[in-house]
């Protein structure tokens, strides 16, 4: 049996929930800096974990492997008997395993409506009411820093406008030719283009590449999560739909604006005081106008730095 004091934090599946989840961890960390953290994840968006300089074990928890699946994880767990279990998933899983204390999301009890003071309240009664919520946080190694390096080579250096012009369903996706005049009238502003996403985002990557003046390269399919992060790094700012991408940048302190048609944005938007969002009429990102995005691109980047 492992006797190093530990702490358990079982996060959330997809890439955006799961950044907006690193708040809530920082703060663990920093209320309890002498230990290591395990913690449970899908495969699906644990990269972006597996630099974090005070994970203990990484676990993974597929939805797909079912009560044996379930049933092993339960194994692996009681391994280790856990100072505190936070789970953001379920009130069940820490029920299984040998820990002093829980924390739980609380229903009515939310500190905003954002997502990221929902996952807090997990929190709060384990280290106290007065914790600032910090920011979402990322941490990169060398090897995909050293893969961005090589990525970026031929765009040289200077100001990069990130742009992510994918989403997880259609109706979440602005049109391509908007992105394009969103780029064509902020030109000037910047002094190339790198277009993130994953393999099903190649071919809007493709007509973007190819209706542009300014150096671009088209990364989509071409990256681990955090050979992305990695190439977000240093960005003067970001461009994209509602995606997991959007919440990578801010997570990387990237100056970022999302344009949002349906969803939730006052629950999922980028958490932090880089993030703007810009919403379209009745939720149709069809009647969202490129002028309107770009102006608020502009006005955005030109603010100074400030608190959420």
């Given at each position: 049996?492992?006797?190093?004091?530990?702490?358990?934090?079982?996060?959330?599946?997809?890439?955006?929930?799961l950044?907006?989840?690193?708040?809530?961890?920082?703060?663990l960390?920093?209320?309890?800096?002498?230990?290591?953290?395990?913690?449970?994840a899908?495969t699906?968006?644990?990269?972006?974990?597996?630099?974090?300089?005070?994970?203990?074990r990484?676990i993974?928890?597929?939805?797909s492997?079912?009560?044996?699946?379930?049933?092993n994880?339960?194994k692996q767990?009681?391994?280790?008997?856990?100072?505190i279990?936070i789970?953001l998933?379920?009130v069940?899983?820490?029920s299984?395993?040998?820990?002093?204390?829980r924390?739980?999301?609380r229903?009515?009890?939310?500190?905003?409506?954002?997502?990221?003071q929902h996952?807090?309240t997990?929190?709060?009664?384990?280290?106290?009411?007065?914790?600032?919520?910090?920011?979402?946080?990322l941490?990169?190694?060398?090897?995909?820093?050293?893969?961005a390096?090589?990525l970026l080579?031929?765009l040289g250096?200077?100001?990069r406008?990130?742009?992510a012009?994918?989403?997880?369903?259609?109706?979440?996706?602005w049109?391509?030719?908007h992105?394009?005049?969103?780029?064509?009238?902020?030109?000037?502003?910047?002094?190339?283009?790198?277009v993130?996403?994953?393999?099903?985002?190649r071919?809007?990557?493709?007509?973007?590449?190819?209706d542009?003046?300014?150096p671009?390269?088209n990364l989509a399919?071409?990256t681990s999560l955090?050979e992305?992060?990695?190439?977000?790094?240093?960005?003067?700012?970001?461009?994209?739909?509602?995606?997991?991408?959007?919440?990578?940048?801010?997570a990387?302190?990237?100056?970022?604006?999302?344009?949002f048609g349906?969803?939730?944005?006052?629950?999922?938007?980028p958490?932090?005081?880089?993030?703007?969002i810009v919403?379209a009429?009745?939720?149709?990102l069809?009647?969202l106008?490129?002028?309107?995005?770009?102006?608020?691109m502009?006005?955005?980047?030109?603010?100074p730095?400030?608190?959420?």
């Amino acid at each position: 049996m492992v006797s190093q004091r530990r702490l358990l934090f079982v996060t959330l599946s997809n890439i955006g929930d799961l950044v907006m989840t690193t708040p809530l961890l920082e703060a663990l960390h920093n209320s309890y800096p002498d230990r290591l953290i395990d913690i449970v994840a899908d495969t699906r968006s644990s990269d972006l974990l597996k630099s974090c300089p005070y994970l203990g074990r990484l676990i993974h928890k597929e939805k797909s492997a079912g009560i044996t699946g379930s049933l092993n994880l339960v194994k692996q767990l009681r391994e280790q008997t856990y100072d505190i279990a936070i789970d953001l998933r379920s009130v069940v899983l820490t029920s299984f395993i040998r820990c002093a204390e829980r924390g739980f999301k609380r229903r009515g009890t939310s500190l905003g409506d954002h997502a990221v003071q929902h996952h807090f309240t997990a929190l709060r009664s384990l280290i106290g009411a007065d914790v600032t919520i910090p920011l979402t946080k990322l941490w990169l190694d060398e090897a995909a820093q050293k893969k961005a390096r090589e990525l970026l080579a031929g765009l040289g250096d200077g100001r990069r406008l990130i742009v992510a012009p994918g989403a997880n369903w259609p109706g979440k996706i602005w049109p391509i030719e908007h992105f394009a005049t969103v780029i064509d009238e902020l030109g000037a502003q910047f002094d190339s283009v790198v277009v993130v996403g994953s393999k099903d985002d190649r071919a809007l990557g493709d007509r973007l590449v190819d209706d542009q003046h300014l150096p671009m390269i088209n990364l989509a399919g071409e990256t681990s999560l955090l050979e992305v992060a990695a190439c977000m790094s240093g960005a003067s700012a970001f461009l994209g739909n509602d995606s997991g991408l959007g919440h990578i940048a801010a997570a990387m302190e990237v100056p970022t604006v999302t344009v949002f048609g349906p969803g939730r944005p006052a629950r999922y938007r980028p958490w932090g005081p880089r993030s703007e969002i810009v919403l379209a009429p009745n939720e149709d990102l069809s009647a969202l106008q490129p002028a309107l995005v770009a102006e608020v691109m502009t006005s955005h980047l030109a603010k100074p730095s400030r608190g959420v």
